[in-house]
């Protein structure tokens, strides 16, 4: 496959209106900004999109946005994983028919599956489509299912589409052993830190990030990583130390916190939908001042 993933990706959160149904034409905008802000992929939904309390015609009209939106101007990729299993192979026929650029894919939801059920699912849905896929490591998530070297060795037999993998499972030790079996058989096989942490996941061999942070400040996660990139270490943990402090700012209340600071950097995308919570005028008030503290509010695009 030809697609090459690097730099900071952005996986955009889902605007929703004050009724909590879609809102499509902020969506639109939301998708423009990352790209004329210099995200090198767009990928939707991400647990950050809300994937879970979407349904699954909501989940194929956005992509539809997303994807024209886009206009190839940057790959774009569309998560397909649901509860059901008949609904991830619905979501990713209509993906492929929409001109998506890849599929993303996590490990199968709820239950503890065996290693062998994960190389399955995931050799059933990689020869099904012809098309680019990225595997989603998210052990926080999936009750400490997670992908191990092994099995990454064995689906890149298998599977000349597997072309990279997000990974959130803030275990460098697993990022390298998945690196380190990975890049001989794929040297182009792209390992994408699941959030903030560029810094040490570029020195691993990480090819990037999907970005939370982005939506608030992409001038700071585009400098971190032309900043790893050129080898820059002391500028890098400079800004690397920053970009910390504001992932733990968003994921406390995740991924409302994240929608509150969007608000504050005048994009506002509404509400989140139940059962998240939706950002109280109190913790905007306290993502505002620590926004202010770093800097974020005079050096970042305010507005689309």
Same mark, same amino acid.
């Given at each position: 496959?030809?697609?090459? +993933?690097?730099?900071?990706?952005?996986?955009?959160? $889902?605007?929703?209106?004050?009724?909590?149904?879609?809102?499509?034409?902020?969506?639109?905008?939301?998708?423009?900004?990352?790209?004329?802000?210099?995200?090198?992929?767009?990928?939707?939904?991400? %647990?950050?999109?809300?994937?879970?309390?979407?349904?699954?015609?909501?989940?194929?009209?956005?992509?539809?946005?997303?994807?024209?939106? *886009?206009?190839?101007? *940057? #790959?774009?990729?569309? %998560?397909?994983? @649901? =509860? @059901?299993?008949?609904?991830? &192979?619905?979501?990713?026929? %209509?993906?492929?028919?929409?001109?998506?650029?890849?599929?993303?894919?996590?490990?199968?939801?709820?239950?503890?599956?065996?290693?062998?059920?994960?190389?399955?699912?995931?050799?059933?849905?990689?020869?099904?489509?012809?098309?680019?896929?990225? @595997?989603?490591?998210?052990?926080?998530? =999936?009750?400490?299912?997670?992908? $191990?070297?092994? +099995?990454?060795?064995?689906?890149?037999?298998?599977?000349?589409? =597997?072309?990279?993998?997000?990974?959130?499972?803030?275990?460098?030790?697993?990022?390298?052993?998945?690196?380190?079996?990975?890049?001989?058989?794929?040297?182009?096989?792209?390992?994408?830190?699941?959030?903030?942490?560029?810094? #040490?996941?570029?020195?691993?061999?990480?090819?990037?990030?999907?970005?939370?942070?982005?939506?608030?400040?992409?001038?700071? *996660?585009?400098?971190?990583?032309?900043?790893?990139?050129?080898?820059?270490?002391?500028?890098?943990?400079?800004?690397?130390?920053?970009?910390?402090?504001?992932?733990? =700012?968003?994921?406390?209340? &995740? #991924?409302?916190?994240?929608?509150?600071?969007?608000?504050?950097?005048?994009?506002?995308?509404?509400?989140?939908?139940?059962?998240?919570?939706?950002?109280?005028?109190?913790?905007?008030?306290?993502?505002?001042? $620590?926004?202010?503290?770093?800097?974020?509010?005079? $050096?970042?695009? %305010?507005?689309?």
């Amino acid at each position: 496959m030809s697609l090459v +993933l690097k730099g900071v990706m952005q996986s955009p959160i $889902t605007p929703l209106k004050e009724d909590f149904s879609p809102d499509l034409a902020t969506f639109e905008k939301m998708v423009d900004f990352h790209v004329r802000t210099g995200a090198t992929a767009i990928s939707w939904p991400h %647990h950050k999109g809300e994937s879970h309390n979407l349904t699954i015609s909501e989940r194929k009209a956005m992509a539809e946005v997303a994807i024209k939106t *886009v206009n190839k101007r *940057v #790959p774009i990729s569309i %998560h397909v994983s @649901a =509860l @059901a299993l008949e609904d991830t &192979y619905e979501l990713a026929r %209509h993906a492929q028919k929409s001109g998506a650029d890849a599929i993303i894919a996590i490990t199968p939801y709820f239950w503890k599956y065996p290693l062998e059920s994960i190389y399955n699912h995931f050799v059933n849905l990689g020869t099904t489509f012809d098309m680019p896929l990225i @595997a989603y490591n998210s052990p926080d998530y =999936l009750d400490g299912i997670e992908f $191990t070297a092994e +099995l990454t060795e064995r689906l890149l037999e298998k599977l000349p589409n =597997l072309i990279g993998m997000k990974d959130a499972s803030f275990n460098s030790e697993r990022f390298f052993e998945i690196l380190r079996v990975a890049l001989p058989m794929r040297p182009d096989f792209a390992m994408i830190a699941g959030v903030e942490y560029l810094l #040490p996941s570029v020195c691993l061999g990480g090819k990037g990030s999907y970005s939370s942070a982005g939506a608030i400040c992409p001038n700071l *996660v585009n400098n971190l990583f032309a900043a790893c990139e050129s080898g820059n270490w002391k500028l890098a943990r400079e800004l690397q130390y920053k970009l910390s402090q504001l992932w733990h =700012l968003f994921r406390d209340q &995740y #991924p409302s916190s994240l929608k509150g600071g969007m608000q504050i950097m005048g994009r506002n995308v509404g509400p989140t939908r139940a059962p998240l919570p939706t950002a109280s005028p109190e913790r905007i008030k306290h993502i505002e001042k $620590t926004l202010a503290e770093l800097g974020i509010l005079d $050096t970042e695009p %305010h507005g689309w």
